[in-house]
């Protein structure tokens, strides 16, 4: 195994060849926010949260998706890095209906952990107010695709850890969202396992538990942790 | 040091965040040692928004004619305006029609179809103020000072943000104590 020596914000790291700079940051300690990432499923760059300065290159990485060379230097908290962030958040905040009041992630929602870790007092944006739908055919889960951040760690998991492979995305742009099955109702999805892996990941209130109501969603993320390593590691307890 | 002109105005919002304000209990006493209340719907009589308001908190968002006339003179008339809660730094839950479309789609929905008794449109000119097409966040609108989101801000967060304003100084909005949305 090779290992690759670097620098990030200064501090100096070596880490195995193949590594992603997110790793590498994790490693030594340095805080980077992400929202697509989940760990235990592959990486897609969707969010562009964890865009990070790289020396010699002119544009913004994203930590997750870029991996790690020999000599490397990156910065990952530059005022630019700090703006484009909050930018980013402010975006998802104006692009979707979020309204955290009646929410059954308020509390225990990634979205919002960023917004505070950036910063966000208030979206520079004007708010789109799309119309979007809710899907509650299914008997124990509902999608609200209002909260919907289309970070697609729902899709990864399914397919990835679950194998059934029920999400997926549909349409380009703004008009994105995320579709069940042959863009079915959720409820007549034969492949899905009911298995609720989509919950556990979904970072926002888009995926939720029927019954539950205002901020009452809260995630078994171990469970995925848990999945993962029993698969990679062969541990089979918890 | 002269008394701070204090006012506090309730736009599109359901009153929470005033209710909260009224929850810093016993730091209202102190409070009032240092502020003129000097329009506010729990703390004043006035009918008036007066001149040279040094702070105001503007709770709920801008849905109609009544609160579009008044934060333009509330923003013409205060020094520091505040942001007060989610309804008025992001329209919030009184926003949720914009979804619908414009004011018609909306009365609509809400007298007509959805009318048990007599189904009619408000129609009262000078009386029932007439609804804008969209609920705007109050920046969208007006030029904001401070922004303090919460449904409804806690007690301590308006009180942590009033209390540097008394001496002169402008409060640090940062961190899940102070910006928490919801
Ligand atoms: S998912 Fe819910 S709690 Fe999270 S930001 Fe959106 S509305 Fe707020
Ligand atoms: S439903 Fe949740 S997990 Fe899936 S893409 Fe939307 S926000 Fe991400
Ligand atoms: S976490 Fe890297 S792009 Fe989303």
């Known amino acids: 195994m090779s290992v690759k020596t670097l620098k990030i914000d200064g501090i100096d790291i070596a880490i195995e ?6 790793d590498a940051a994790r490693q030594a300690g340095v ?5 697509c990432h989940l760990d235990g499923v592959g990486d897609i760059g969707a969010c562009r949260l964890c865009l990070v300065e790289v020396g010699g290159s002119r544009r913004l990485l994203p930590a997750c998706v870029t991996e790690v060379a020999e000599g490397m230097e990156v910065q990952t908290n530059t005022p630019k890095l700090q703006e484009y962030r909050r930018m980013t958040v402010e975006l998802l905040f104006s692009e979707g209906n979020h309204v955290c009041a009646v929410c059954v992630a308020n509390g225990h929602c990634e979205l919002q952990d960023v917004a505070i870790q950036v910063g966000m ?3 520079r944006f004007t708010y789109r107010f799309p119309d979007r739908g809710v899907d509650v055919s299914h008997e124990q889960f509902g999608i609200d695709h209002n909260r919907c951040i289309l970070c697609t760690r729902c899709v990864r998991v399914c397919d990835e850890i679950e194998g059934a492979h029920v999400w997926d995305v549909a349409q380009r742009g703004a008009a994105c ?4 099955g042959l863009n079915q109702p959720w409820g007549e999805v034969d492949a899905c ?5 989509c919950v556990d990941a979904c970072p926002t ?3 939720f538990r029927k019954g539950s109501t205002t901020g009452e969603k809260e995630r078994d993320r171990a469970k995925l942790d848990f999945l993962v390593t029993a698969r990679e590691k062969h541990e089979w307890t918890r | 040091m002269d008394k ?6 309730w736009l599109a919002g359901c009153s929470g965040c005033h209710m909260s304000f009224l929850d810093m209990d016993e730091w209202l006493i102190e409070l009032a040692q240092h502020v003129d209340v000097v329009y506010s719907p729990v703390g004043s009589d006035l009918k008036h928004y007066p001149e040279n308001v040094d702070v105001c908190l503007v709770e709920g968002g801008i849905a109609n004619e009544d609160n579009l006339e008044l934060i333009l003179q509330v923003r013409r008339q205060t020094k520091i305006l505040i942001s007060f809660g989610d309804c008025a730094v992001t329209a919030n839950v009184p926003a949720m029609r914009n979804m619908l479309g414009g004011a018609e789609p909306v009365l609509k929905r809400a007298y007509l179809e959805l009318g048990d008794v007599g189904p009619q449109l408000p129609h009262e000119p000078g009386i029932v103020p007439e609804l804008l097409d969209r609920v705007l966040p109050v920046h969208e609108v007006v030029p904001v000072d401070i922004y303090m989101p919460g449904c409804p801000p806690p007690a301590d967060r308006i009180r942590a943000t009033l209390e540097p304003l008394l001496r002169g100084e402008m409060p ?11």
């Open chain 2, 172 to 182: 640090l909005m940062e961190g899940r104590e102070m910006i928490k949305f919801g």
């Open chain 1, 205 to 207: 209130g888009a995926i």
């Open chain 1, 193 to 197: 396992t009911s298995c609720g892996k």
């Open chain 1, 121 to 123: 007092d208030h979206s």
């Open chain 2, 4 to 9: 701070v002109r204090f006012a506090t105005v």
């Open chain 1, 177 to 180: 969202y995320i579709v069940s």
């Open chain 1, 31 to 35: 805080p980077i926010p992400t929202l």
């Open chain 1, 17 to 22: 060849e193949g590594a992603t700079v997110l």
